[in-house]
């Protein structure tokens, strides 16, 4: 069955340039998450959206981040102004719901992004 | 604050057992995960433990102990394609998962 897709699988852009990066979750998930993972690191949580809401936006690094989501589907992260500590890939994950019985709550990733800034 | 602890890296053989720890600090626990990462591949759901004891699932068995914030993944009959990294995550009181750093598997022949 289909999984959760993200465009593009790589990007790479100079420095001081806008990047807009998409999230396709699993149909029927309402929510969503967006992580950022440098090399050799691990998850860092950006943002989470329950539906088209996000009620908590405390993990994006800077105000130049924003993350929107429409129909409760496809949401979007955009960079402005991109910086070169903003390159690592950037992982998009759905699940059922955000609360409830232990399945619910596995995250499903989608392949990344992965985001170079030169 | 809030702090997933786990090995940086580990080695092991082909064929044999390992155990990865995985301690944590949390406000508040409803449950701990275990992804596998390839490398330059996403994270995969491996194993959800949310009361204490060991849940078996083929070669990968998960454990939890809530009252000393522990728990362990462990693989046997190791297989080179378990070359991976290994992701303990928590759920503390609200939606969201604490995830520590991952540890690094290396299996050699």
């Known amino acids: 069955g289909a999984g959760v897709s993200q465009s593009p699988s790589n990007k790479v852009t100079e420095k001081g340039k806008d990047v807009e990066l998409r999230c396709d979750p699993i149909s029927g998930h309402t929510a969503l998450y967006w992580y950022r993972q440098s090399l050799g690191q691990g998850l860092e949580f950006l943002i989470y959206f329950q539906g088209n809401s996000a009620p908590d936006k405390s993990g994006l690094p800077s105000d130049r981040f924003s993350a929107e989501r429409t129909g409760g589907s496809v949401s979007t992260l955009t960079i402005q102004r991109t910086q070169q500590e903003d390159s690592a890939v950037y992982l998009c994950?759905?699940?059922?719901?955000?609360?409830?019985?232990?399945?619910?709550?596995?995250?499903?990733f989608g392949p990344g992004t992965r985001l170079t800034v030169t | 604050g809030q702090n997933i602890d786990q090995p940086t890296e580990m080695t092991a053989t082909e064929g044999a057992i390992v155990q990865i720890n995985c301690t944590y600090q949390?406000?508040?626990?409803?449950?701990l995960f275990w992804y596998q990462q390839h490398a330059g591949e996403a994270p995969t759901f491996l194993s959800y433990n949310v009361l204490d004891g060991l849940e078996e699932k083929g070669r990968f068995s998960s454990f939890l102990s809530r009252s000393k914030g522990y728990s362990y993944l462990l693989l046997k009959e190791l297989q080179m394609k378990d070359s991976a990294s290994y992701l303990c995550?928590?759920?503390?009181?609200?939606?969201?998962?604490?995830w520590g750093a991952g540890t690094k598997l290396i299996i050699k022949p």
């Open positions: 994950a759905s699940s059922l719901v955000a609360s409830g019985g232990p399945n619910p709550y596995e995250q499903y």
């Open positions: 949390t406000s508040g626990f409803n449950g």
């Open positions: 995550a928590v759920k503390g009181s609200n939606y969201q998962l604490i």
